[in-house]
C-alpha cells in the first residue's frame, strides 16, 4: 500500500502537471517549457533535507490555511523528490532511527499525496484532516535527526 502511495505521488508529480492538450498551457504559466523548469532542492545532509522538507510544509499549510490551495502546488511537488532523498541520508543512523523515519516519511508521502491528488482533481481531501497527521509526521522526522 505505501509503495503505492508513492508510487501515485511520483506518478503525479512526474505527468500530473502537464496540460492536457499539446501546446495548452497550465494556469498562471508563461510557456510549456516552464512547467517544472525550477530547480529542485537538493538536500546535501538528513539536517538539510529536513529543513527543507519544513519550509515547503510550511508553505502547503499557509496556502490551505489562507483557502489558496494552488498556492502550494510548487511545493507539493518538490517534496517527493526531497522525501525521497531522506532514506539514504539516514543511512548511518540507529535502526530505531531509521525506522521512526520511514514511518515518519511514509506517512508525510501519504498525506502530501492525499493533497496532491485533490489538486488535479482527485477525492476531495479536507486539509484539516491532514494537518494534524502532517504535524505528527514532522515532528517525529525532527526529532529522530536531533
Known sequence: MKLRIACCLIGICLLGCEP????AKM?????????H?????????????VKILAKHTETINRAFNDKKP??????????????????A??????DEKKATIKKSVDEL????????????GGPETPFSKIEER?????????????
Open 70 to 87: 494552488e498556492d502550494a502546488h510548487d511545493s507539493l511537488h518538490d517534496v517527493g523528490h526531497v522525501l525521497e532523498a531522506i532514506p
Open 27 to 35: 494556469a498562471g504559466e508563461k510557456s510549456i517549457e516552464s512547467a
Open 89 to 94: 541520508l539516514a543511512k548511518d543512523l540507529s
Open 20 to 23: 492536457k492538450t499539446p501546446g
Open 109 to 120: 508521502f501519504a498525506c502530501f499525496g492525499a493533497l496532491d491528488e485533490a489538486l488535479h
Open 37 to 49: 523548469a525550477h530547480e529542485h532542492d537538493d538536500p546535501k545532509s538528513l539536517r538539510d533535507a
Open 134 to 146: 502532517l504535524a505528527a509526521a514532522m515532528t517525529d522526522l525532527k526529532s529522530s535527526i536531533e
